[in-house]
Structure formats: structure tokens, C-alpha cells
């Protein structure tokens, strides 16, 4: 049997992966790390990329721990202090505001892409062995795991871990099912211009198909995320944008003036996906390979860098009392500490999701009685503002503030 050449294998280079190994790496582990496409590290000033996430502080200091947080900051990140969600009929409305909890901020919105030239700018500075174009073809069990690719490289390793997704190949390959439907929305994505500015607030409006969440971005600009039926996501994406920017503003009741488009749109289908395990002997699942969830509040990444920091937290804890890399003991307890809470979140807004997007008239009462409740009670509200930050006891270490 060959010795494996490398600790941990990752599959993946997207936001999630990229931290992992580089994490990985910084703790003396030998890494790999296998990606389809090489990320797109230039572009023009004035573009804006359509995907981005609502970075929590949990987040935040994963990526400060690992070196990035501030080239991200220098580039292009926009901080927001307030956060407001109302229904659409009714006078049921909360407003958050990080000053309740004497914070600076209660996160900020990041085009993903940026994220990505970060981590892969200061992954080229360790001795990560990069596969990039890559595509895996099969995996093969002996003492390690090897990992073929479409090109008859292989790599072998300790461990493999999947970042690859939520169509993740390496779930497939070693038989990990998963539950989940179809929330039969579709979200449309695009950049907008505010007429009354961006106000350091990220805005959110339920209606009956569906949130429409406004993102705040520089230069008085917004990232919307229009989750709604399927066909009237396609008809948004499709009309004029005249007509698309009176029904944006419509739908946003104005508060922010007019709406008007900045390049492309795009639309992709949303569902609820969650793997049965998180392990198996020698493969690990992180990120969307292990659980997506709607995006309505933005949790998304923030809950694959949890996992990226949870497995390195288990690593280490294994690797300190003598065990070999990966080890199913080790790996189980990161199954322990991430699968409960992301169950969890799944359920909530799962929950939020059908309870919004209906129309019945005494869920209609509820709603609103809800949010003005919560709205009014200042330590309830406070308790979403410290959710909404990614606080919580039994963060990894990596998504701890340094010291």
C-alpha cells in the first residue's frame, strides 16, 4: 500500500473550501485541494457581482483569524447598522439596530467573489497543492482514500473532505443520501440603485409568493435576492427595465424611492436539501455538499465556515491525543457539533418561509402580532440582533475574536 501524500483532501474551492484548507494548512496539516474552475480574480471596478452573502461576526472572525479579513474590507465590503422586516399587509413591522447591543455593526454584505480572491490570494501564500481545473472521477478505498481525476492525476489522502456543493459529486460517489424538496420559488438576483440611498440598512419585505430582500452595497446601491413562483421569476428576468424597475419598486413599497436596475439579472431555483450524514469513514461533507437553506435571512455561508471551523477544531483535538488524520471518532464529533444546529436553522426558516409566503387571513394576524411584538420587546428583539450577529458559546475557535 502507497502512503497517502497529503493529510486532507479538499474538494472544492469556493468560499467554504478555500477556508478550510487554508485553515487547514495554517495548522500544520498537509493539503490538497482540487477545484473544476480556476476563480475569476479580475474584474472591472464598476461590476458588480450577483451573488453575495450577509457575513456575520462569527464569520468575520473566522476571516480575520485567517488573515483576509482586511484585504476584504480594503476591497469592497459594505457594513450595515440596521435591519428592517415587514409584512406586506398590515402594520406588523421590527426594526433592528446595532446600537441596541452596542455594537458597531450587525454584519456586512460581501460579493462573494471577493471573498474568493481573498482567501485564494492568501492560499497561494502556504504549501496547499493545488489541482485547478480539476474534476474528480472516482474515489478508491485502501489504507487512505485516492482520488482519480478526469486527467489520470491522482491524489492521495487521510481524509477527504466535500465542499463541492449542493450537487456534490464526492456525497454521490461514496452513497450519502439526502432529504429535502423543492420550495417550488425560484430567486431573482440583480444590482439596483436606491434614489433615497442605501441608509446603512439591509431591508426585507414578505409577501405572498415570497421575500424580497434588499442587501446594501456601496455608492447608494443594493443586492436584491426576489424569491418568487418560478414563472414570475422568469417574466422578471425577462421584461424591459423600465418595467422591471416599477414593479422592484412596487414590490418595495417605495421606502427606498425608486429602484433602478444596474446590469444583468439572473435566477436560480431555491430548495431545502439536507445530507443524513455529515460523515462517513474518511470523507467529510461541509457547506452546501451537507445542507442548503432558503435564503431569506442570508445564513447560508455563514453556517459552511461554522463547519470549515468545527472539522478543524476536531482535527486538531485528535490530532493532540495521538490519532490518525480523520479519524471516524474525530469526525463524528464534528458531525455532533454542526448537524444539530444547522437542523435547527433549516427548521426556523423553513418555518419563517411558510408562515410569510401564505396568505391566509389568521396567519395574516399572526404575522403581524408577531412582529410588532417582537418589535416592541426590547429583549426579545435584541436576541435576533445577537442571532442575526452569529454569536453563540460553542463557536469554533476559528469564528472567535482573536485572543
Known amino acids: 500500500m502507497t502512503e497517502p501524500q497529503c493529510d486532507v483532501a479538499v474538494v472544492g474551492g469556493g468560499m467554504v473550501g478555500t477556508a478550510l484548507a487554508l485553515a487547514l494548512a495554517r495548522e500544520g496539516f498537509a493539503v490538497t485541494l482540487i477545484e473544476a474552475r480556476a476563480p475569476g480574480e479580475a474584474w472591472d471596478d464598476d461590476s458588480f457581482d450577483l451573488r453575495v452573502s450577509a457575513i456575520t461576526r462569527a464569520s468575520q472572525h473566522l476571516l480575520d483569524n485567517l488573515g483576509v479579513w482586511d484585504g476584504i474590507v480594503a476591497d469592497r465590503a459594505t457594513p450595515y447598522s440596521h435591519m428592517h422586516v415587514w409584512d406586506r399587509a398590515g402594520a406588523g413591522e421590527i426594526h433592528f439596530d446595532a446600537a441596541d447591543i452596542a455594537e458597531p455593526d450587525l454584519g456586512h454584505i460581501i460579493e462573494n467573489r471577493v471573498i474568493v480572491r481573498a482567501l485564494w490570494q492568501a492560499l ?17 478505498y485502501d489504507d487512505g482514500v485516492e482520488l482519480q481525476l478526469e486527467d489520470r492525476r491522482r491524489v492521495r489522502a487521510r481524509l477527504v473532505v466535500a465542499a463541492d456543493g449542493a450537487h456534490s459529486q ?43 430582500a434588499l442587501l446594501p452595497m456601496r455608492d447608494d446601491l443594493f443586492s436584491i435576492v426576489w424569491s418568487t413562483r418560478p414563472d414570475e421569476a422568469e417574466r422578471l428576468a425577462a421584461i424591459d427595465e423600465t418595467a422591471f424597475d416599477e414593479l422592484l419598486t412596487e414590490a418595495s413599497e417605495a421606502r427606498l424611492g425608486r429602484l433602478t436596475l444596474r446590469g444583468a439579472r439572473a435566477v436560480f431555483p431555491l430548495r431545502l436539501l439536507h445530507a443524513e450524514q455529515y460523515v462517513r469513514p474518511r470523507v467529510a461533507l461541509v457547506g452546501d455538499a451537507a445542507h442548503v437553506i432558503h435564503p431569506l435571512a442570508g445564513q447560508g455561508v455563514n453556517l459552511g465556515l461554522l463547519d470549515a471551523g468545527a472539522l478543524v477544531d476536531a482535527l486538531c483535538a485528535g490530532r493532540a491525543v495521538g490519532r490518525p488524520v480523520g479519524a471516524l471518532r474525530d469526525l463524528r464529533q464534528y458531525e455532533r457539533s454542526r448537524k444539530g444546529h444547522n437542523t435547527a436553522t433549516q427548521l426556523v426558516m423553513d418555518g419563517f418561509k411558510h408562515l410569510f409566503s401564505n396568505d391566509r387571513p389568521v396567519l395574516g394576524l399572526v404575522r403581524n402580532f408577531g412582529l410588532g411584538i417582537a418589535g416592541r420587546i426590547g429583549p426579545l428583539r435584541r436576541q435576533f440582533e445577537y442571532v442575526a450577529l452569529g454569536r453563540g458559546s460553542e463557536l469554533p475557535r476559528l469564528s472567535r475574536p482573536r485572543g
Open 124 to 140: 497561494r501564500q502556504t504549501d496547499v497543492e493545488r489541482h485547478v481545473p480539476a474534476k474528480l472521477r472516482r474515489l478508491v
Open 170 to 212: 464526492v456525497r454521490e460517489l461514496v452513497g450519502i443520501q439526502t432529504r429535502g424538496a423543492s420550495y417550488d420559488q425560484h430567486a431573482l438576483v440583480a444590482t439596483v440603485h436606491a434614489e433615497l440611498g442605501n441608509r446603512s440598512t439591509a431591508w426585507q419585505r414578505f409577501m405572498v409568493d415570497g421575500p424580497l
